[in-house]
């Protein structure tokens, strides 16, 4: 079944005017403060095509020709292909599509148990992910502790592959490793031009704030763009910490930052499907602690969003993830109203929506669920009141008249699957059933839930030989001996 359209964009924190003020700033950000680039083959490029760069310095300065012109090079939308019919999505515009992401350092499964995250934990991730009707898209959310740091990036997004059929992303932790997940996705493609025009894997690569590109980082945009291949530059500045405390001037540097990934990617390769990618966190100021659940990290999110419609590039932000560290009141408000403010400004690719606690330093199962139900919220806000003849019911009413009621009615039975949103970890009972059935909180209806999605069967999304002939030319790929035998956990709650 293909996924149904959402747009946003009805909700606008900046005016017009505001937008222009923005931008203007950020011109004079990029023309006269300039860039920080460790990396001598992206000064020569900037150098080449007439940015002005400090050698000594490592600074680039982009002028406000330039600017323009790249981001124009840069389509306006993208197709990202997923692997079953149904699984593509459409990123740029108003469309709004929510998935995972995080590269969480803990889990917290399904017996309560908080512990290092594993490889079986992203194979676990992906075979939920793949099964949330909410999630349209999915990033490598854990960190395994338990592989050699120089086969992670193979063994993450091969095993996410194994489990999705929707699109992947990842970070990346050496250029080996790109290279050799590119070519078990060209593998899988048919062959790397097939990849590049039908992409259903991506990548991410970080800027550092404030104003910096760290000389792997560089390389990795370059590479990434060089494949033609979806591409975030990440990057998060942290107000009052690694940006200006004001959220306008948190929002000047963002922008800066956001545009330069675009337009390195750009110089590299004309076309490139890259992201305006956001992270704008904040900081309380009484610990030093960043904060991703803020309710100011919702605002500037929408705010990013109306400045990716301005230069008409597909936007990648962050929201729904929390700071609580269980899945509570807290959790739930805070990757509520985060999530919901991102989807009326008209996010297209919304990442660590789902799963994330404690600031994204941990991904919980359950908290996948409950998260599901609250993007099912944002998406049913979207669709809005439709407003049709048949829906204004005039027919209906007639024939029920003074104090009859509409339980029988056809008109209800044609509508009520798809008029009411019905959340799975919501109690709507009454409270004796609730208290007969166990008295069972969200957090546990959650836990159950997950489960039950774990042990469903799975159908091989790579065939058998396909999966023997990768595994024969990239031995550090590690078996994890099939989905049925989960060491994470994951299934026993």
Partial sequence: MKYPIYEGGNYQVLSEKEIRQVHETTIRVLENVGFEINYLPALELFDQKGAGVDYDSHRVYVPREMVSRLIKQAPEEFVFYGRKEGDSITIGGKQVHFGTGGLALYVLDLDREKRP??????????????????????????????????????????????????????????????????????????????????????????????????????EYIMAVASYGLPLATSTAPAAGATAPVTLAGTLVQQNAEALMGVILSQLVSPGTPVLY???????????????????????????????????????????????????????????????????????????????????????????????????GNCLRTLRGIEITPDTLAYDAIARVGPGGNYLSEEHTIRYMRTELYSPRTSERKPYQQWIDAGSKDSWKRAEDYAAQLLEEPSEPIIPAELDARIRADFPDLVDLGGTENMSSKAGSG
């Fill in 117 to 218: 995250s594993t490889l079986q934990d992203v194979a676990d991730l992906a075979r939920l992910a793949d099964r949330l009707e909410n999630l349209d898209f999915f990033i490598i959310p854990v960190y395994p502790h338990d592989i050699n740091i120089d086969t992670v990036d193979i063994n993450t997004k091969y095993q996410a592959l194994l489990n999705t059929s929707k699109p992947v992303m990842g970070g990346i932790f050496n250029r080996q490793g790109l290279d050799d997940i590119v070519k078990i996705a060209s593998i899988i493609a048919g062959g790397q031009e097939n990849l590049r025009r039908r992409p259903f894997i991506g990548f991410i690569s970080s800027i550092t704030s404030p104003l910096k590109i760290s000389p792997d980082h560089a």
């Fill in 277 to 375: 990618s956001a992270v704008p966190v904040t900081m309380d100021m009484r610990t030093m602690s960043f904060l991703m659940g803020s309710i100011e990290s919702g605002l500037m999110n929408a705010a990013i969003t109306q400045m990716a419609h301005f230069y008409r590039l597909p936007c990648y932000l962050t929201v729904g993830t929390t700071d609580s560290k269980l899945p509570d009141a807290q959790a739930a408000h805070e990757s509520a109203s985060t999530a919901m403010l991102a989807a009326l400004a008209g996010g297209n690719f919304i990442h660590e929506a789902f799963g994330m606690l404690d600031g994204a330093m941990t991904a919980s199962y359950a908290q996948y669920i409950i998260d599901n139900d609250i993007i």
